[in-house]
């Protein structure tokens, strides 16, 4: 009993039983608009613990990550699109309905993965992060061409999609359902990460050649970790698209890739739980720090909240190994 109840499993236990309990919180303190912001919180999240997966255990620097986000949001939006249209999409209809939207985004997303890791794993270093980032554009760049789903303009979701019946409007009841999809997929991690896949991905990491000789497939397993990264963000973008009802070619463009990196070095790279954290601390100062720079007097910063975060981010790298996850749990993030 006492080897369960360590520093670890106590800071995460706490942190997800507050999330599970946050609507509860927010209802209680008058405070209801943070269920939405939580509920992008939870779906960023889901993101970057993907991204993690391939950055933090594999050792890819990917900095298209941002394609397969909107990949996902791109599919649940375009199968609602004709939906709402009544026409077909390649002779098939289109669907509102969540579960076939949302398989079809992961599943699209995956392709994507495919396709991307199977020509950018083939290098390494700076020539894999320019090759991820450069695929990403070109999806960026594909999408703003699709005008007949909005272009650059964007593409606006008639209504959210249907769900068994739950209320999808109703902000709590999104926000439950973005929070048991963060869980399946950090389960489904934790199963990846502690499985022989996960050990020769780690190995990878370590030392490439070495697997290698070892007589370990090393681009197979590679790629089916990015395959599985690439999954989860579509997942994030099904349910990024039902949150904002919009979708538009900034959801891949690479500075949102940054974006997540920065989530998950800042919660904590190559931990499992990390990404969580780095998801919660980058939103919320994104959303109270421009607050709290009005309310001291410095409007003029507002707009420029980066100017105090950057400075933070490099602390956090420069003296936190595993970000604010091994800053909560200490030695124990070593772990994952």
């Known amino acids: 009993m006492t080897d369960k109840l360590t520093r670890k499993n106590i800071v995460v236990g706490l942190s997800l039983l507050a999330l599970a309990l946050l609507p509860a919180i927010a209802e209680a303190s008058g405070h209801t608009f943070l269920v939405f912001s939580f509920s992008r919180v939870l779906i960023y999240a889901l993101a970057a613990i993907s991204l993690d997966l391939i950055l933090g255990y594999g050792g890819m620097v990917s900095f298209g990550h ?30 509102n309905f969540a579960p076939f939207a949302w398989v079809a985004s992961v599943i699209l997303a995956a392709v994507a993965a495919l396709v991307i890791g199977f020509f950018s794993l083939r290098t390494g ?6 090759i991820t980032l450069a695929f990403a554009q070109m999806l960026f760049f594909f999408f703003i061409s699709l005008e007949q789903y909005g272009g650059d303009d964007g593409l606006v979701l008639y209504d959210r999609n249907e769900f068994f019946g739950f209320d999808m409007h109703d902000d709590v009841t999104f926000y439950y359902i973005c929070f048991v999809a963060l869980i399946g997929f950090l389960f489904l991690c934790r199963q990846v990460v502690n499985s022989r896949f996960g050990m020769v991905i780690r190995g ?3 030392n490439e050649r070495r697997m290698a000789a070892l007589g370990y497939p090393v681009m197979q397993y590679k790629l089916v970790a990015f395959i599985i990264a690439g999954a989860g963000a579509g997942l994030a973008g099904a349910l990024m698209v039902n949150q904002n009802e919009f979708v538009s070619p900034d959801i891949l463009h690479w500075s949102k890739s940054g974006e997540i990196m920065v ?64 800053i909560l749990v200490g030695k124990e993030a070593e772990d994952g």
């Open 66 to 95: 941002a394609a397969f986000f909107g990949v996902g949001a791109y599919v649940t939006g375009i199968l609602a699109f004709h939906s709402f249209d009544g026409s077909t999409i390649f002779g098939m209809e289109g669907s």
């Open 125 to 130: 270093g700076v020539y894999f992060i320019m």
């Open 204 to 206: 990878c990491k370590q």
């Open 263 to 326: 989530m998950v070095i800042l919660g904590g790279i190559g931990t499992l739980y990390g990404p969580v954290f780095g998801a919660v601390a980058f939103l919320m100062m994104e959303e109270f720090l421009p607050q709290g720079l009005e309310a001291i007097g410095l409007d003029g910063m507002k707009e420029h909240w980066r100017f105090i975060f950057g400075p933070l981010l490099i602390i956090i790298v420069l003296y936190a190994r595993r970000g604010i996850y091994g």
